[in-house]
């Protein structure tokens, strides 16, 4: 188990990853609810690391994560490294449009 990693310390590590050069990665993932989850990654130590997420629950009420927004009632972004081989690769632009509609 990954000890947690305090708000204060957390915000600046995901900043960092999100505003980093490395390539980005985008994917999807979604459950027989109608819950969809789709996630923006960057790789750090071997690992896709998400940088901004947003979460569509079965109502279609969208929510989005970032290093600005981590957590709120509802939900967060997560601070575990993503299992891809559990995701679907979606193309940057799917994932923009979602995101912006949830905004």
Do not use: N
């Amino acid at each position: 188990m990954v000890p947690e990693v305090p708000e204060d310390l957390r915000r600046p590590l995901v900043r960092q990853l999100a505003e980093s050069d490395a390539p980005r990665h985008y994917w999807h993932m979604g459950d027989d609810d109608g819950r969809a989850w789709l996630f923006e990654s960057v790789e750090g130590d071997g690992e896709h690391w998400a940088v901004r997420q947003v979460e569509v629950g079965a109502d279609r009420a969208a929510r989005r994560y970032w290093w600005r927004h981590l957590h709120d009632g509802q939900g967060f972004l997560t601070d575990q490294p993503l299992e891809i081989w559990e995701l679907t690769e979606i193309t940057p632009a799917a994932f923009e449009a979602v995101w912006e509609a949830a905004g």
